[in-house]
């Protein structure tokens, strides 16, 4: 993915140059900046590249700037036309991006530990590893807030067709077109773990397999051993629950 320039990033509008924060085009102050740089070097081993150890210590302490080395999103006129949220709601989302990840940019490694943070009794990792593929629509290892909106457009705010499309996408692990029997316990098994074992009441051991087993009766209409994409839709565009289940995030930002 190629970095952008600085001359390349809303120079005009100051929305992404040096003097104004990210999307949100308020300055930030002395002591944010200061926190954006920490967080940042933080990150450094899990977001370095090969140039990063020419780079002196007392060089990173004393000079570093980090808007010169951090990858540059889109315009915000341009995500405005990309995706379905608003002027506001990408402005918030970015705000929250730019915590977690200052760089600009989010590595596996980093996006299954955010991810971890919010399944602490369970073991997220093998789920936030099949979401994150997902996210990852370069499949460059890195995911950015283009990325990260572009899913979330079609999640939050895509038509129930649009959503069961991204649904089958995430489920299709080697994205041949279709879902196998292994791939879906794949993704079953990392939902079960991310949940964790404390869950009421207690679950079997065989609960992810009978999930697949019920998952495979339902949308494998002619019993090939595999679900396609139209048998999916199909399947889900019947089923009243899961069209329901649809429109659960509809508000959410």
């Not at 099949?130 to 990852?136: G, H, K, Q, V």
């Not at 909106?149 to 077109?177: E, P």
């Amino acid at each position: 993915m190629k970095v952008k320039s600085r001359d390349e990033s809303f120079n005009t509008s100051g929305e992404l140059d040096g003097s104004n924060d990210l999307l949100t085009g308020n300055p930030p102050s002395g002591q944010r900046r200061k926190n954006i740089k920490q967080r940042f070097l933080k990150l450094l081993p899990c977001c370095h590249t090969e140039s990063t150890p020419a780079i002196r210590k007392n060089s990173i302490e004393d000079d570093f700037e980090l808007s010169t080395v951090c990858y540059r999103p889109e315009g915000l006129e341009k995500l405005l036309e990309q995706t379905k949220f608003n002027r506001k709601e990408l402005q918030v989302l970015y705000r929250g991006f730019k915590n977690e990840c200052p760089t600009g940019l989010v590595n596996e490694d980093t996006f299954k530990l955010i991810y971890s943070h919010f399944f602490p009794q369970g073991d997220s990792s093998m789920y936030a590893h099949f979401l994150f593929e997902a996210f990852d629509r370069h499949k460059n290892g890195a995911v950015s807030f283009e990325d990260i909106v572009t899913g979330l457009s079609i999640i939050l705010r895509g038509t129930v067709t649009d959503r069961l499309c991204w649904a089958f996408c995430l489920y299709d692990l080697n994205k041949d077109g279709c879902i196998t029997k292994e791939e879906m316990n794949d993704i079953m098994k990392s939902i079960y773990d991310m949940m964790g074992k404390c869950t009421y009441p207690c679950m079997k051991d065989s609960a992810p397999n009978e999930h697949v087993e019920s998952f495979f009766r339902k949308m494998d209409r002619n019993n090939d051993g595999v679900v396609t994409m139209e048998e999916f839709l199909e399947s889900c565009q019947k089923d009243e629950a899961i069209m329901e289940s649809m429109h659960l995030f509809d508000h959410i930002i």
